[in-house]
């Protein structure tokens, strides 16, 4: 009697199973199909678009329905399932084997994406993306201050810029902060810090650049001595190549082209008198080197200060005297070439350390030697530092000029500084 009743017990507890089943599938519903292999199945549209990645040009922050990019055209593909038509902003997205892909071409500033979808029994879907498309433009602040640096916000994964005081070890946010604007790269002079803003609200009302364009860029603003103007690298005037420009900061529309090569140039840095400007250029055999402008001169000269059998970046010119110091990417610990066999150009460098090139003599001096991974030496304001940032630990670091084997560091991790 016992087992009769468990048998009876088993057969209505079966049934009620597959009575719910049945209810659950019957209603055919979009987000959901028949799946035999008892696997979960696919949304019906993805809960995250893929975009490309373009780095640092697309910048995907949380929530993860909100995506920023520098590319006026963004690819949106995805998955969908029991879907007979997919719509974005209104127009048919063509879907092969489930999956579809699709060029969409933004507007400056915040654009919404409205993705609808129907499935055959004529139950409709709709998931929206804001995507923004931000520009570039460089921002004037006035500021006096011993140290400036930018990193990384933990709050919106997006770079700020800090000021820092060297004697009461403090740092305090500078730039504008806004969620939608990256702000990295700044430079120092007495009475001014200068940086290059990526403004994702179609704003510009700081920007001494006013730029609307996001097919251009700038990179690296370095301030004059008298801070009058600002010289920096752009693809302002030729869209697939970067050179050095400088402009008034009174006066933004006075522009001056400095090099115009087929090549790149970057990192521009003014003499202590403001008539000349180092930078680094792929102008020799796709070696970065590094250079040397009078802009005085009509027309304009440019001078490599040497040959090199390395990759040489950022260089910084000293606030005192005629001496440059600058990066220097190898497969050697020192700057010895006659020692050393000379890289390719596409050799991956395992170490960077820095140089002092004295320009009275035309000599360089291994500042820095070793395994290490330094980069972007920037000379105190009085000539007697050298301060980079030390990539093994991302803290900014310096040595003193008259005892260069003593590295001190700030408790501060940044990308990129000035002092």
Not at 142 to 149: E, I, P, R
Not at 198 to 224: M, V
Not at 308 to 316: A, C, F, G, K, R
């Amino acid at each position: 009697m016992r087992q009769n009743y468990w048998l009876t017990y088993s057969i209505l507890i079966h049934l009620l199973f597959h009575f719910l089943l049945l209810i659950g599938c019957g209603g055919g519903g979009v987000s959901s199909s028949n799946n035999p292999n008892g696997n979960t199945p696919q949304p019906l549209i993805p809960n995250t678009i893929q975009l490309p990645d373009y780095i640092p040009n697309l910048i995907i922050t949380s929530p993860k329905n909100k995506f920023h990019t520098l590319s006026k055209t963004i690819k949106v593909e995805g998955q969908v399932e029991n879907v007979t038509t997919l719509t974005l902003n209104g127009l048919a997205i063509s879907i092969t084997n489930n999956s579809f892909s699709h060029n969409f071409n933004l507007k400056n500033g915040k654009n919404e994406l409205v993705f609808s979808a129907l499935s055959p029994k004529g139950k409709s879907v709709t998931l929206k993306k804001t995507v923004y498309l931000g520009v570039y433009n460089i921002i004037t602040l006035d500021l006096t201050s011993s140290l400036v640096y930018s990193t990384v916000s933990t709050l919106n994964n997006m770079p700020e810029i800090f000021s820092y005081n060297t004697e009461l070890f403090q740092s305090q946010q500078i730039s504008e902060g806004s969620q939608f604007t990256i702000n990295k790269e700044p430079t120092l002079c007495p009475s001014k810090v200068a940086f290059i803003s990526i403004d994702f609200l179609n704003s510009t009302n700081n920007s001494i650049t006013n730029n609307n364009d996001p097919e251009i860029g700038f990179k690296n603003p370095a301030l004059s001595p008298d801070c009058t103007k600002i010289a920096f690298s752009s693809n302002i005037l030729d869209k697939t190549n970067w050179d050095i420009y400088t402009l008034e900061i009174k006066n933004p529309s006075n522009l001056q082209r400095i090099s115009a090569t087929p090549f790149n140039e970057d990192s521009p840095s003014w003499s202590s008198s403001g008539k000349k400007i180092s930078f680094h250029s792929t102008l020799s055999n796709g070696i970065s080197e590094i250079y040397i402008a009078d802009i005085e001169k009509d027309p304009i000269v440019l001078q490599k200060i040497h040959s090199s059998s390395y990759h040489e970046l950022n260089p910084d010119w000293a606030p005192t005297k005629d001496e440059i110091a600058f990066q220097v990417n190898s497969i050697a610990t020192a700057l010895s070439r006659s020692l050393s066999q000379p890289q390719s150009p596409n050799m991956e460098y395992n170490y960077s350390n820095i140089v002092k090139f004295n320009l009275s003599d035309n000599k360089p001096f291994s500042f820095t030697t070793g395994e290490n991974n330094f980069v972007k030496p920037k000379w105190n304001k009085d000539g007697t530092k050298i301060g980079y940032i030390n990539n093994k630990n991302g803290k900014i670091c310096y040595r003193r000029v008259d005892n260069n084997k003593n590295e001190e560091c700030f408790n501060i991790y940044a990308d990129s500084f000035d002092w």
